[in-house]
T-cell receptor, first 113, second 114 residues
Framework: AQSVTQLGSHVSVSEGALVLLRCNYS??????LFWYVQYPNQGLQLLLK??????LVKGINGFEAEFKKSETSFHLTKPSAHMSDAAEYFC???????????FGSGTRLLVRP | DAGVTQSPTHLIKTRGQHVTLRCSPI?????VSWYQQVLGQGPQFIFQ???????GRGNFPDRFSARQFPNYSSELNVNALLLGDSALYLC?????????????FGSGTRLTVV
């Protein structure tokens, strides 16, 4: 069975600092991996996805993630945090035969002025 | 282009009642999925419908049911509401059934059961 673990339910950074949100997955088949962002009282917005092409994936709003098969990780990074990045971030996994996304429990990003 | 639209945005129901939530997918999308997001948790898969047929069901009781109409819009029905059904219900659409294409989510319906 597939699963996703997001380390750290809350991450706090200063404005302008590096953002690193961690995601580790478990999958017996080549996975598809996603990062979604959720702003308060809103739905989920796709930031980026990995579907077995380049291992370094660039997304919207300056975010990127690197697929590391040996570490079963798909960590999300952004070089410089903005106040507007404060939100909840979800990592999700799927595979070629699946119709559903398996989500992690989420990481709330706080950005300090 | 309109995104995924869900209605209503909020509602309050009493235990034991029935509720119907509605979703209109992005034009051209044939797949609609429903997810439940309890406060403080990640979304949990409930159903997927593709071309008006149920293609997948998550680990939810039979009180939960859904259907997809010829125009690809969808309804989620929940009978005999429990306090634990209080959650944000998210609808997601995709042009195909595979999750690898990535889903576009609506803003959700916040259901409160009292």
């Amino acid at each position: 069975a597939q699963s996703v673990t997001q380390l750290g339910s809350h991450v706090s950074v200063s404005e302008g600092a590096l953002v690193l949100l961690r995601c580790n997955y478990s999958s017996s088949v080549p996975p598809y991996l996603f990062w979604y962002v959720q702003y308060p009282n809103q739905g989920l917005q796709l930031l980026l996805k990995y579907t077995s092409a380049a291992t370094l994936v660039k997304g919207i709003n300056g975010f990127e993630a690197e697929f590391k098969k040996s570490e079963t990780s798909f960590h999300l990074t952004k070089p410089s945090a903005h106040m507007s990045d404060a939100a909840e971030y979800f990592c999700a996994v799927s595979d070629d035969s699946s119709y559903k996304l398996i989500f992690g429990s989420g990481t709330r990003l706080l950005v300090r002025p | 282009d309109a995104g995924v639209t869900q209605s209503p945005t909020h509602l309050i129901k009493t235990r034991g009642q029935h509720v119907t939530l509605r979703c209109s997918p992005i034009s051209g999308h044939k797949s609609v999925s429903w997810y439940q997001q309890v406060l403080g948790q990640g979304p949990q898969f409930i159903f997927q419908y593709y071309e008006k047929e149920e293609r997948g069901r998550g680990n939810f009781p039979d009180r939960f049911s859904a259907r997809q109409f010829p125009n690809y819009s969808s309804e989620l029905n929940v009978n005999a509401l429990l306090l634990g059904d209080s959650a944000l219900y998210l609808c997601a659409s995709s042009w195909d059934r595979g999750a690898n294409y990535g889903y576009t989510f609506g803003s959700g319906t916040r259901l409160t059961v009292v």
